[in-house]
């Protein structure tokens, strides 16, 4: 069954009913939801031609074999899970991309030098447990053993939504590839961000992805009574927090970085208690690793020096860190010559500021991605799109640039 593009976009709104919040698109790691869709897309797969499994980190997979037994693998993917009120789009467009890519090349050119392997990511955005990438990690074989201590917002532990979702723990690492078996990872995405559409671009190849890191910060004063207490007497947590969350602004636009107070709770949270403590999340992305810890380092300084002037302690804890990941020149080849094939003969490049499982593939094979134009480059959010015109020039090109690592002599 070959699947076209409108299909792709009904798919996609299939998807995107599949949440924990009615009125939003809201899907978690570990989640019924999660189950949900893995079943249906199982279920795609398998109409593709695929044999499908889930493995032992709740990432679906669905492959097509290669000519010869022997044959190594083309890994492709993206990630079914969403951030909170999401779009309908990201990450989940790739997977559904690389289950039509490897339907059309099943009709059109049968079985290729290596097989397909088509990956739905389980855990991309971090949502639920803070730490990003978790499904992806798994497959790259870079599990730590400390995040089993991780807790979502309800204080589930990953050991235990893993136990829940009927997956066992001291298994994680059969999830793993084998890198010397993989030809290397190709991943399709929104661009999430506004330069294909100001180039008047529909396709664009990815050069690298933003080395990223986030932290919990923990703010702590004193909370007191709001009349009763003088300005002089204060240790306004929350104030605090308002003034690191500008400092991270401050200093990272100042250095060409991006660094976001993405969440900020406050307790004891009354209308008539001074803040005695905050908690708050900082996301920091740059172009290379070197630069973003740097940015940090000053980040923490100016973190020290709000906290001794307010009597408040704010003590940040990194929950996620990821090395910037620079895609392979062969692939991107790739790629490249998959855009030409629509019609466009210099096809745009660019670095991505947004992060993609690609970063934990990058660990143990060569990556490169396929980026699609997205209007008012708006993501995470509900009005997050694409075209379905953009998709069917992102699937020609994604079937081309797969069929253009076939001809390469292995
Ligand atoms: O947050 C990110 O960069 C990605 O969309 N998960
Ligand atoms: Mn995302
Ligand atoms: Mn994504």
């Given at each position: 069954m070959t699947v076209?593009?409108?299909?792709?976009?009904?798919?996609c709104?299939e998807l995107?009913a599949?949440?924990?919040?009615?009125g939003?698109?809201?899907?978690v790691?570990?989640?019924?939801?999660?189950?949900?869709?893995?079943?249906i897309?199982?279920?795609?797969?398998?109409?593709?031609?695929m044999?499908?499994?889930q493995?032992?980190?709740?990432?679906?997979?669905?492959?097509?074999p290669?000519?010869?037994?022997?044959?190594?693998?083309?890994?492709?993917?993206?990630?079914l899970?969403?951030?909170?009120?999401?779009?309908?789009?990201?990450?989940i467009?790739?997977?559904?991309m690389?289950?039509a890519?490897?339907?059309?090349?099943?009709?059109?050119?049968g079985a290729?030098?290596?097989g397909i392997?088509?990956i739905?990511?389980?855990?991309?955005?971090?949502t639920?447990?803070?730490?990003?990438?978790?499904g992806?990690s798994?497959?790259?074989?870079v599990?730590d053993e400390?995040?089993w201590e991780l807790t979502d917002?309800?204080?589930?532990?990953?050991?235990k939504?893993f136990?829940?979702f009927?997956?066992?723990?001291?298994?994680?690492?059969?999830?793993?590839v084998?890198p010397?078996?993989?030809?290397?990872?190709?991943?399709a995405h929104i661009?999430?961000?506004p330069?294909l559409?100001?180039?008047?671009?529909?396709?664009?190849?990815v050069t690298?992805?933003a080395?990223?890191?986030r932290f919990?910060?923990?703010?702590?004063g004193?909370?007191r009574?709001?009349g009763?207490t003088?300005?002089?007497?204060?240790?306004?947590?929350?104030?605090?927090?308002a003034?690191?969350?500008?400092?991270v602004?401050r200093?990272c636009?100042?250095s060409?970085h991006v660094g976001?107070?993405?969440?900020m709770t406050?307790e004891?949270g009354a209308?008539n208690?001074v803040p005695?403590?905050?908690?708050?999340s900082?996301?920091?992305?740059g172009?290379?690793d070197e630069?973003r810890?740097?940015v940090?380092?000053e980040?923490?300084?100016?973190?020290?020096?709000?906290?001794e002037?307010?009597?408040?302690?704010?003590?940040?804890?990194?929950v996620?860190?990821a090395p910037?990941v620079?895609?392979?020149?062969?692939l991107?080849?790739a790629?490249?010559?998959?855009?030409?094939?629509t019609?466009?003969?210099?096809p745009?490049?660019?670095?991505s500021?947004?992060?993609?499982?690609?970063?934990s593939?990058?660990?143990v094979t060569d990556v490169?991605?396929l980026?699609?134009?997205?209007?008012?480059?708006?993501?995470?959010?509900?009005?997050e799109?694409?075209?379905?015109?953009d998709?069917?020039?992102?699937?020609d090109?994604?079937?081309t640039?797969?069929t253009t690592?076939a001809?390469?002599?292995s």
């Open positions: 076209d593009a409108a299909t792709i976009v009904a798919r709104d995107a599949v949440t924990a919040t009615p939003q698109i809201t899907r790691y570990l989640s019924p939801e999660h189950a949900r869709v893995n079943t897309v199982a279920r795609w797969m398998q109409d593709a031609g044999t499908t499994w493995d032992d980190a709740g990432n679906l997979h669905g492959s097509v290669g000519a010869t037994d022997d044959a190594p693998v083309l890994l492709v993917g993206s990630h899970d969403t951030v909170v009120d999401a779009g309908r789009y990201d990450g467009v790739g997977v559904l690389g289950i890519a490897v339907a059309r090349i099943r009709a059109e050119h290729l030098p290596f392997q088509v739905a990511f389980s855990d991309e955005e971090g639920r447990f803070g730490k990003a990438l978790l992806s798994a497959v790259a074989g599990w400390a995040w917002a309800e204080g589930v532990s990953l050991r939504a136990t829940d009927g997956l066992d723990p001291s298994r994680v690492g059969d999830a793993a084998d010397s078996r993989l030809v290397g990872y190709l991943e661009e999430q961000g330069y559409e100001q180039a008047d671009q529909a396709l664009g190849v690298s992805i080395s990223a890191r919990t910060v923990e703010a702590v004193e909370a009574h709001a009763g003088p300005y002089e007497r204060r240790h306004d947590a929350l104030l605090a927090a003034e690191a969350a500008l400092a602004e200093i636009r100042a060409q976001t107070v993405g969440t406050v004891p209308v208690v005695g403590l905050a908690h708050f900082v996301d920091l992305r172009e290379f630069g810890d740097r940090w380092d980040i923490t300084k100016a973190f020290a020096l709000i906290g002037r307010r009597g408040v302690s704010v003590e940040p804890t990194e996620h860190r910037a620079f895609c392979a020149p062969r991107m080849d790629v490249r010559a998959g855009i030409v094939a019609g466009s003969p210099a745009m490049e660019l670095f500021r947004a992060g993609h499982d690609a970063m593939l990058g660990l490169a991605m980026f699609l134009r997205n209007p008012d480059g708006i993501s995470h959010h509900p009005d799109f694409v075209s379905e015109a998709i069917a020039l992102g699937l090109a994604l079937v640039a797969i690592l001809a390469e002599p």
